[in-house]
C-alpha cells in the first residue's frame, strides 16, 4: 500500500540490520537459522503495524523499531517450534529450520529467537520497557496457548464453535493487536488509545482468519496459493467444519463422522461432499457473517480513537485491503 | 544454612503459591507440566541467590520474589528442553517432562515457561524492570549459546580447555551471576555492587563446575550421589578429559583415542585407565588449581562489594559451603 511505502521501507532496513547482526553471532549453529528463517520473508505485516501505530500519534516511528522487531524475531520463533510440532517440511516453500538442521537445533535456535526477541524489546526507550513487556509477555503466553489449544483439538471429538473462535484469536489474532498496541505506546499514546488499536487488531485478525478458512473452500483456483480444499482432506477443524456439524441433523452428523474417518473415498469426492453439507447447512453465509461482525468490531474500535485523522483512513483501507480477499 | 533458613522459607513460600497459580490456568496440558517439573524441587540456590542479592543492601527481599521466580522458571524451562535434547528419561529421579507427555508437549509447555518466566519478571517495580530484563535477557541468550555449544561439543574432535570454560560459563554459570545481580537491582544497588556480585556468583558457578567433573571421578563413593566414573564411561568432554589431552604426548594421546572409541572394555577398566592417564598427567591437581583459582576470583569480588559485613560473611560462608564437597 503506497501510504506505507516509507513505514515498510524503515522497516525492511532494520530487520536487513538485525540479519547482519545475527550473522556476526555464535554459536553459528543457534544464530544461522534464525538469519534463515527471518530471511524467508513474509509479508511482515505485524512488525509494520508497530511502526504503524506508533505513527498514527505523529511520534517517530523509529522509536518503535526495537518493538517492531521484537514482534517478527518471536513469530519467526513460534513458526520454527510449530514446524516441529506440526512435523512440517515446508515454510514459505522452503525446508523448515528443523528439516535442514535437524530437531535439536530446531528447538535450541527456536528457544534462543525468543531470548532474542525480547533482547530487541529491551533496547526501547527504558520509560516504555515495563508497559512494552507486560503486552509482549501475555500476548506471547497466549500464543503457546492458543497453540496448545490447537493441539489439543487435533484429538478432541467435539469442538465447538466458540472454542475454536478463542483458539484462533490466542493462536493468531491477539499478537496483531499486540503489535499495533506497542507502537502505540512507543508514542506515549494513552491507555485508552492503545487499548482501542489492540481492540482493532484482535478483531482484524480474527477476521482475518475466518476469511482464510473460507478461502481454503471458496476462494478462485488461480487467485489462491494453497490447494483449494486443503482443510478439507486434512480433516482441519474450522469455522466451516465446526459450524456445520454444530447446525447437522442426525444423518448430517452421521455422514460427516463417516468423511472425517473413512480412506475409501477420493479428495475430489470428499471435497465434494462436503461442500454440499457446507451448502445445505448453509455455513459459508454464517462464516461471512462471523467475519463481518469482527470486522465491523474492529472499525469501531478504530472510531473511538483518537489519533491523526488521515492516518486513520490510511489503517482502516489497509483493513480492507487485507481482509478483501476473494470469497 | 542457618543464616538463610528465613530467606529460604519465604522463597519456598513463593514457590508454593506460584505452583497454586499454574494449577488455575488452561489449557492444562501446558501448565501441568510447569507444576510437575517445579514441583521435582532441586537445591533452589539460584532463586535464594536472588533474595541474598537483595537483602546483602538491607532492602525488604520480598522486592526480590518476582526476580526470583523468574529465575526459577527459567531454570526449569531449560531443563525440560535439555532433557529433550538430551533425550533423557530422568531428572531428578522422576520421569522427564517429554517422557511423561510426549514431546509435543515438552517442546510447548518449555516455550510457555519461559515466556512466563519473564510474565512472573514484569510483576518487579517498574523502575527496575528495564535493568532487570536486561540482564535476564543477556543471561538466557548465553544459557542457550552455551547449550548448544555443549551439543557442538559432542561432534566436536579437538576442544580446547578454554572452550570449555566458556562453554560452562555460559550454561551454567552466568545464571548464578545473574540471580545474584538481579538481586541487587531489586534493592537499588549501585552499577559496581551489582557487577562485582555478579562476578562473585560467574566464579563460584564456574568453580562449582570443575569440582563436579573432580567429583564423578574422585569422590568417595558413599557421598556421591551418581555413579563414580560416569563421565569417563560417557565420553564427556569435562575438564579433567580435555586438560588431559591437551597435555598428553604423542602416545597417550593415541590410548586416549582408542579409549574413547573402542567398546572392547569393561567400563571398570575404562575407569581405571583414564584414571591412571590423568595421575600420569597431573590433571586432578590442575582441576583444583582451576577451581580455586575461580573460587578466589569471586571472593575478591567480594571484598569489593559495599554492603551488608555481617550478610557479606553469610554469603562467603554459603559459598564455601556449596563448593565444599570431598575431592
Same mark, same amino acid.
Given at each position: 500500500m503506497q501510504a506505507y511505502s516509507s513505514l515498510f521501507q524503515r522497516l525492511n532496513h532494520a530487520i536487513q540490520e538485525q540479519q547482519n547482526k545475527l550473522r556476526e553471532l555464535s554459536p553459528k549453529e543457534m544464530y544461522n537459522p534464525m538469519d534463515y528463517i527471518i530471511g #524467508? +520473508? +513474509?509479508?511482515r505485516v505485524r512488525p509494520l503495524m508497530t511502526l504503524v501505530g506508533c505513527d #498514527?500519534? /505523529?511520534?517517530?516511528p523509529d522509536e518503535a523499531i526495537p518493538a517492531a522487531l521484537a514482534v517478527e524475531l518471536f513469530h519467526n520463533f513460534s513458526l520454527i517450534h510449530d514446524d516441529i510440532l506440526d512435523n512440517a517440511p515446508l515454510r514459505r516453500g522452503s525446508v523448515t529450520v528443523h528439516e535442514k538442521w535437524g530437531h535439536g537445533i530446531g528447538l535450541l535456535s527456536g528457544d534462543g529467537m525468543l531470548v532474542k526477541a525480547y533482547d530487541v524489546l529491551s533496547k526501547s526507550k527504558s520509560n516504555y520497557i515495563p508497559d512494552l513487556l507486560r503486552i509482549f509477555t501475555k500476548t506471547g503466553l497466549e500464543v503457546c496457548e492458543g497453540q496448545q489449544m490447537d493441539m489439543n483439538f487435533e484429538t478432541t471429538e467435539y469442538v465447538s464453535v466458540a472454542d475454536y473462535i478463542e483458539m484462533i484469536t490466542k493462536k493468531t489474532a491477539v499478537l496483531l493487536g499486540c503489535s499495533l498496541q506497542m507502537g502505540a505506546i512507543c508514542a506515549n499514546a494513552s491507555v485508552d488509545n492503545q487499548n482501542h488499536l489492540y481492540e482493532f487488531g484482535k478483531h482484524i485478525g480474527i477476521a482475518f482468519q475466518i476469511l482464510d478458512d473460507l478461502l481454503d473452500v471458496y476462494a478462485e483456483d488461480e487467485k489462491f496459493g494453497k490447494q483449494l480444499g486443503g482443510d478439507i482432506i486434512s480433516n482441519k477443524k474450522t469455522f466451516l467444519l465446526l459450524s456445520a456439524i454444530q447446525l447437522a441433523n442426525e444423518s448430517q452428523k452421521k455422514r460427516f463422522e463417516q468423511l472425517l474417518s473413512?480412506? /475409501?473415498?477420493s479428495n475430489l469426492d470428499k471435497i465434494t461432499e462436503v461442500k454440499q453439507l457446507y451448502d445445505a447447512l448453509a455455513v459459508r453465509a454464517l462464516a461471512v457473517k462471523e467475519a463481518n461482525k469482527h470486522t465491523e468490531l474492529a472499525f469501531e474500535h478504530l472510531n473511538e480513537l483518537s489519533a491523526n485523522k488521515e492516518k486513520l483512513n490510511n489503517l482502516k483501507e489497509f483493513a480492507r485491503h487485507l481482509l478483501n480477499r476473494e470469497v
Open positions: #524467508l +520473508g +513474509g509479508k #498514527l500519534f /505523529d511520534e517517530n473413512t480412506k /475409501d473415498i
